[in-house]
């Protein structure tokens, strides 16, 4: 190296300094490897400019360390030249000064470049049914996945301002409730919506040391939801309507998944809508969401981040903490300054102080929506606790997550047993085991925590969107069913960006940890309510088999270990599984006509006497009409809405029909006005 720098340089004997280049005839040699360098890195922009996903190409990786190394010999070669011309010390030690650099700078450059890509090299590869953890549940491991594609309008605009996926015209709220009554039924066993809640309330508390009692009249229920975008810019500070921006159509919590949720437990388990809190402590309850829901349920609590208005209550600070299992070393310092943290102003990474309804509430649902993300590679129920401290953001939180600068910018934190975040939240008393069931609101999934509706290809979606609902009693297991389908997917063939989001090495490192302890990393004892307790296994935690069975272990061997996937579709019949229909002691048979002016009937037939109610609403979900409200004995009736005097459109008929034995059913449909 020494030779070759004499070589091309020229020295002043006297002060020592270069005066000028001297490159010899011959001197191709020399610069073959940085023009190779050269050529590689102008290929490689090229290539990846047009499709980023071209970064796993076995081409292109074998390209990045002739075009890495290159970039780092020119930044040397510059600094070096600069650092020459103006030094006044001996050449002699400029060759082992440059040849140092280079090969640092050289080696810095492959390994930041290959950490880059390393984790994208292709999809991630998974061994199908190899469960570990202790299932939990009424049937342990059970996850249940209601499918039907009549619960949203695949024709649909979804992100176009009027006509958002979250609008009542785009959803089948009759349908969703339908939905959420057979899931509850099949996850308990039971026959009834009453009885499967009673099961779910008796399982609950016995879990917590409660004992086996079922809702007590005046316990507080609180219903976490997800509303990632609500800040500043993408709602009207007037009425918190949404805005029409690139946000409008991200995918967040639906709204009838919410409404199904409210009306099963105000309608069947009797809880009084002032012992209902709803909200997303850190965001605000939208204009859509909020009109919905309070058309039928006025007397619950909205919470919101700041607002006290609107008919929404601000979401209180309160006293209770987590703590962070890594004490210091993974997560960031407090750089908000946020003087509520810590009693001496300063704030503390090692804890965060939780929102006031995590504590008085005796019972917590928490609802998120099936989505990826960039940073944590996928976000469902832990991930949905970062908005449940009181902080400003839960950017502190980021690097107990894969990718805690987004994937884009570098996967610094793959593989397994590193520390993890949501491994907290899943193990705290108030947050993942005040959980009273786990409900997943996949009816418009997506790719990432930002993106909008996408079309699925999988079977049985078949570029549908998913019209899904989840539900358990196993918070690992529901996550791990939720992982597979998003994995499945999303790959990087399907999306090339996005599908990179939850193909990252380690996605699921937490669900492995929740699982078994014995997959806690080196010098982390998950203890986030700082008692010296810790558990041994939240959960059970497995692939399914392929894509397209969709089979887990005890799909597979029925009384064997891990996950059990039930799935019900509209095409299930009750002799194939009993356990997904009510007692039918109400049917709505048929509306005539339809589409009519001015009056329809409605038919309906009760194989028992029940008290029914029949109101008609319209497609904003404001109440039109009471058409029926009346004790009836078993028989064949019919009821008639005049629409004399409104305006054409389709209107909403819901029926609530209940016997004395507490059971209920309710239905709707639709109904088309033309004049």
């Not at 990786?61 to 010390?89: D, E, N, W």
């Amino acid at each position: 190296m020494k030779s070759l720098f004499r070589s091309y340089v020229q020295i002043c004997p006297n002060t020592g300094r270069i005066r000028g280049l001297n490159i010899p005839k011959k001197s191709w040699q020399y610069v073959f490897i940085p023009f190779i360098g050269f050529i590689a890195f102008i290929w490689i922009l090229f290539r990846v400019i047009q499709k980023p996903s071209r970064l796993s190409y076995p081409c292109v990786q074998t390209a990045l360390p002739f075009a890495s190394g290159f970039l780092a010999y020119l930044l040397t070669f510059v600094v070096s030249l600069v650092t020459f011309l103006r030094s006044r010390k001996a050449l002699r030690f400029y060759p082992i000064f440059f040849t140092g650099t280079f090969i640092v700078v050289s080696f810095m450059g492959f390994y930041l470049a290959h950490q880059n890509v390393v984790t994208l090299e292709k999809n991630v590869v998974v061994n199908p049914n190899e469960p570990i953890g202790e299932a939990q549940g009424i049937y342990p491991g059970r996850v249940v996945w209601v499918h039907d594609p009549n619960a949203t309008n695949e024709n649909c605009s979804p992100t176009t301002y009027g006509d958002g996926w979250f609008l009542p015209k785009n959803n089948n709220q009759a349908v969703v409730d339908r939905m959420l009554s057979r899931s509850l039924q099949v996850l308990t066993g039971q026959t009834t919506d009453s009885a499967a809640w009673d099961a779910l309330f008796r399982y609950h508390n016995s879990k917590r040391g409660r004992g086996n009692i079922p809702y007590t009249t005046g316990e507080k229920i609180f219903i976490k939801i997800n509303i990632v975008s609500a800040w500043n810019g993408n709602f009207n500070t007037t009425d918190l309507s949404k805005v029409n921006n690139s946000y409008y159509g991200v995918v967040e919590t639906s709204p009838a998944i919410v409404m199904a949720v409210l009306r099963q437990l105000v309608n069947v388990v009797k809880v009084r809508q002032q012992d209902i809190y709803v909200g997303d402590p850190m965001r605000h309850v939208y204009k859509h969401m909020y009109d919905y829901l309070r058309t039928e349920f006025p007397n619950i609590h909205y919470l919101d981040y700041s607002y006290s208005t609107l008919g929404r209550e601000l979401a209180l600070k309160g006293q209770a903490r987590i703590y962070y299992s890594d004490n210091d070393t993974v997560l960031r310092p407090n750089v908000w300054g946020d003087p509520w943290h810590g009693p001496d102003g300063t704030g503390s990474i090692y804890h965060d102080y939780l929102y006031a309804i995590f504590d008085s509430a005796k019972y917590l649902i928490n609802i998120p929506a099936l989505k990826g993300h960039k940073r944590a590679g996928m976000t469902l129920f832990a991930k949905n606790h970062f908005g449940s401290h009181t902080r400003a953001d839960a950017s502190h939180l980021h690097n107990g997550l894969v990718a805690p600068h987004e994937m884009e910018r570098g996967i610094t934190r793959s593989g397994y047993k590193r520390y993890r975040v949501q491994v907290d939240f899943m193990a705290h008393s108030l947050l993942g085991k005040k959980n009273l069931v786990y409900i997943l609101d996949a009816l418009w999934a997506t790719d990432h925590e930002l993106g909008t509706p996408q079309k699925w290809q999988m079977p049985p979606f078949n570029n549908d969107y998913t019209s899904s609902l989840f539900a358990s009693l196993d918070p690992v297991a529901i996550e791990s069913v939720g992982y597979d389908f998003l994995r499945s997917e999303f790959t990087i063939q399907r999306t090339p960006q996005a599908g990179t989001y939850v193909q990252m090495e380690g996605v699921d490192d937490y669900l492995h940890q929740a699982a078994d302890s014995s997959n806690w990393p080196v010098g982390i004892r998950y203890d986030p309510d700082s008692c010296g307790q810790y558990f041994k296994s939240l959960g059970v935690h497995e692939h399914w088999n392929n894509a397209n069975e969709k089979k887990y272990s005890r799909n597979l061997q029925p009384n064997g270990m891990g996950i059990e996937l039930v799935k019900i579709d509209p095409t299930t019949s009750v002799a194939m599984d009993p356990l997904i229909q009510p007692e039918q002691f109400f049917i709505l048979t048929s509306n005539y006509p339809n589409p009519f002016n001015p009056s329809t009937t409605i038919q309906y037939r009760l194989t028992h006497p029940a008290s029914v109610t029949i109101d008609v609403y319209d497609i904003r979900g404001r109440h039109v009409s009471t058409i029926m409200n009346g004790l009836k004995t078993a028989g064949t009736y019919t009821a008639d809405f005049d629409g004399t005097s409104h305006a054409s459109g389709m209107y909403i008929v819901r029926c609530i029909a209940k016997r004395s034995e507490g059971e209920v059913i309710q239905t709707a449909m639709k109904i088309m006005l033309i004049k």
